[in-house]
């Protein structure tokens, strides 16, 4: 029987709650920063999914009779690298990689942390405790150095630094989903939900998941900006990807040595770094005050 | 259980001498954490509190804040168990042959913020339709359903059933509240200072709806609140909580007329006058209520009575009868054996002055 009131209840209730995400979409579409960081974000990402398509140079062959050519050098508009591959197709690939690295470890970080902070968040008691106490630990190193650990100890590469990243992130987005689950869990409408006769799991997925997921969401939305700086940083420091690989961390890495000769190249890869974190982090506060119906 | 038995109305049990509901010796002690040991003490939240309530009629509890007339309602719906005590509904003890879904299907429960009490993601017709949904109703019945009862509590579903609660006034979203708590058809309503946050015209708005949908619906209501006007107005029967005990239950003329716990009587005298002859001068009584958490001995109101004698300090006083018709008070002046020396005297002139 319950199965069965489960799905009614889904019933009745899924076509409400779409109306809310089609008004918080069509508020998100009236504010003009969002839709610029939305449309920076989205030309970057499809620019490195169809990068095979748009004709660029390879970005592994170089060439040691043209390094380092300056930004505007006729043939490669953003100059060449020091070992003279073109910087255009460098990075455009390296949006690969470095939005992978950067969105990746956020997902799978909400996915766990929203799973263990609602848990922790909605059965309260020893369960809390439980996990709260052992997302302390985590939280208790700084979250450079907790990367750096993780990835030194599991060794280089893109998985190792997917998971060490994944394990940073997991404990910031589960005391956001514990702080918001137990403040909507003592709110009357959740005991209005149970003196109605309702289960545990239909108050959870049907009066506390709508009401917490979107501040765990926006919140993971600005983390997205910090995972992209420091999945760059393990690549700098040879704990991510490795070269000949394009990646924007690594790039900015081994331009580094050519920042004397020409420093607008080497800073390149530096900018699309912070190009693509701001617009994450204006994307998720615009989607924050986007989310505020009431106002 | 069929989906058509959860929305009609239920049927009655034993007959109208049967109260509705009945609570034997209900408590609830709250440990409080703190100190270099961990555990401070518990708040004896309510403390042995017997009452019952008839068929179709309103009892009003009332007390300052903090005194446990609101753990008695979350209690007496299961949303908190009981450390010790019973709760019959119709005759049947929960826990027994009474399961907590079946209670919790006859009896319902409106909050006091309107606000916090409606999921804000839902909209009004989704948030009334939960309850028949999750007792199987199917999901066009349970919206039928909704669009009924808002019509019962005044709103137009064709305005209202799509509205998100921040798109209503105070008024309009908790006569939603009511709409919700009516969803399964009820035979007992929870009203836990339910108008009090509304202001003055909208609270006998929702008073006389409340007062009309009892008389369609057949309900009985236990209301709570710190509003003596209120509850003069709406209930049969009221009793009196101080700290988590009952210390004065009767009808509501009764009481208004020859209330024989002082605790009442300083309540009665704080209550408002719009009679400028009739001003309360000073605080019938002084001070703040005691730490719940270590309550004073013998009768827990001595340390702020006028009439506290040694007996009172070392005695608990239990309910005794006042004479009038079903009216008690656990006072020692009431119990003519008690040792006090203003004990078995008429209220009328032992309690004159205060």
């Given at each position: 029987m319950s199965v069965v009131a489960d799905d009614l209840v889904r019933i009745a209730i899924v076509d409400k709650t779409r109306g809310y995400w089609s008004t918080v979409f069509r508020r998100l579409s009236r504010d003009p920063v969002s839709v610029t960081c939305a449309t920076i974000i989205l030309a970057i990402a499809l620019a490195a999914i169809l990068a095979d398509w748009l004709g660029l140079a390879s970005p592994y062959t170089g060439s040691m009779i043209r390094r380092l050519r300056w930004i505007g050098t006729p043939g490669y508009p953003l100059g060449t690298d020091e070992l003279g591959r073109d910087m255009v197709a460098r990075l455009v690939y390296g949006g690969r990689l470095s939005l992978f690295l950067g969105l990746s470890p956020v997902v799978l970080a909400f996915l766990i942390g929203t799973t263990l902070g609602v848990t922790a968040g909605y059965l309260g008691g020893f369960v809390n405790q439980a996990i709260m106490r052992v997302v302390d630990v985590f939280y208790a190193f700084p979250s450079v150095l907790l990367a750096i650990a993780i990835s030194g100890a599991l060794g280089a590469g893109i998985i190792n630094s997917i998971v060490s990243l994944t394990i940073v992130f997991i404990p910031p987005v589960v005391r956001v989903a514990e702080s918001v689950t137990t403040g909507v869990r003592t709110l009357d409408f959740v005991d209005a939900a149970r003196a109605s006769g309702a289960g545990p799991i239909t108050i959870m997925r049907v009066h506390v998941l709508g009401n917490v997921l979107g501040p765990i969401f926006v919140y993971a939305t600005s983390l997205i900006s910090v995972c992209m700086i420091l999945a760059s940083g393990l690549s700098f420091l040879g704990l991510g990807t490795k070269p000949p690989e394009p990646e924007w961390g690594l790039m900015l890495n081994t331009l580094r040595t050519a920042i004397y000769v020409n420093p607008w190249v080497a800073a390149l890869p530096g900018a699309m770094i912070f190009i693509v974190s701001i617009c994450f982090n204006l994307l998720s506060d615009g989607m924050r005050s986007a989310m505020d119906v009431r106002s | 259980m069929s989906a058509a038995d959860v929305l009609a109305p239920a049927a009655d049990v034993g007959g109208p001498q049967q109260p509705l509901l009945e609570v034997r010796a209900l408590s609830k002690h709250f440990p409080v954490r703190g100190g270099m040991l961990g555990r401070a003490g518990v708040v004896r939240a309510v403390d042995d509190v017997s009452f019952s309530v008839d068929k179709g009629e309103v009892l009003g509890i009332v007390g300052e804040s903090g005194c446990g007339k609101s753990t008695t309602a979350r209690l007496v719906?299961?949303?908190?168990?009981?450390?010790?005590?019973?709760?019959?509904?119709?005759?049947?003890?929960?826990?027994?042959?009474?399961?907590?879904?079946?209670?919790?299907?006859?009896?319902?429960?409106?909050?006091?913020?309107?606000?916090?009490?409606?999921?804000?993601?839902?909209?009004?017709?989704?948030?009334?339709?939960?309850?028949?949904?999750?007792?199987?109703?199917?999901?066009?019945?349970?919206?039928?359903?909704?669009?009924?009862?808002?019509?019962?509590?005044?709103?137009?579903?064709?305005?209202?059933?799509?509205?998100?609660?921040?798109?209503?006034?105070?008024?309009?979203?908790?006569?939603?509240?009511?709409?919700?708590?009516?969803?399964?058809?009820?035979?007992?309503?929870?009203?836990?200072?339910?108008?009090?946050?509304?202001?003055?015209?909208?609270?006998?708005?929702?008073?006389?709806?409340?007062?009309?949908?009892?008389?369609?619906?057949?309900?009985?209501?236990?209301?709570?609140?710190?509003?003596?006007?209120?509850?003069?107005?709406?209930?049969?029967?009221?009793?009196?909580?101080?700290?988590?005990?009952?210390?004065?239950?009767?009808?509501?003329?009764?009481?208004?007329?020859?209330?024989?716990?002082?605790?009442?009587?300083?309540?009665?005298?704080?209550?408002?006058?719009?009679?400028?002859?009739?001003?309360?001068?000073?605080?019938?009584?002084?001070?703040?209520?005691?730490?719940?958490?270590?309550?004073?001995?013998?009768?827990?109101?001595?340390?702020?009575?006028?009439?506290?004698?040694?007996?009172?300090?070392?005695?608990?006083?239990?309910?005794?009868?006042?004479?009038?018709?079903?009216?008690?008070?656990?006072?020692?002046?009431?119990?003519?054996?008690?040792?006090?020396?203003?004990?078995?005297?008429?209220s009328h002139r032992g309690l004159e002055h205060v």
């Open positions: - | 719906i299961g949303l908190i168990q009981p450390d010790a005590g019973s709760i019959l509904l119709d005759g049947e003890q929960l826990g027994a042959s009474l399961s907590l879904r079946d209670l919790r299907r006859r009896v319902q429960m409106v909050f006091q913020d309107s606000y916090a009490s409606l999921n804000p993601r839902l909209t009004v017709e989704a948030s009334i339709a939960f309850g028949p949904a999750v007792h199987g109703v199917s999901a066009a019945d349970a919206r039928a359903r909704a669009h009924d009862l808002l019509r019962k509590v005044g709103l137009d579903p064709a305005t209202f059933a799509d509205r998100y609660p921040h798109e209503l006034s105070g008024g309009q979203r908790q006569r939603v509240n009511i709409a919700r708590a009516l969803a399964l058809a009820p035979r007992l309503v929870l009203l836990d200072e339910a108008v009090s946050a509304l202001d003055k015209s909208i609270e006998a708005q929702v008073l006389n709806l409340l007062i009309d949908l009892k008389d369609d619906l057949g309900l009985t209501y236990v209301f709570i609140s710190h509003d003596l006007n209120v509850v003069r107005f709406i209930s049969d029967r009221v009793i009196v909580m101080y700290l988590g005990e009952v210390v004065e239950s009767g009808p509501v003329d009764a009481l208004w007329s020859d209330a024989r716990h002082p605790y009442t009587r300083a309540l009665l005298a704080a209550m408002p006058s719009l009679d400028p002859d009739n001003r309360t001068r000073e605080a019938p009584i002084a001070g703040d209520p005691p730490n719940p958490i270590n309550p004073p001995s013998g009768c827990r109101f001595h340390t702020r009575c006028a009439f506290a004698e040694a007996v009172c300090g070392e005695k608990s006083p239990s309910l005794f009868a006042t004479g009038n018709e079903r009216h008690t008070a656990a006072c020692h002046m009431v119990d003519p054996a008690s040792g006090h020396s203003k004990a078995g005297q008429s």
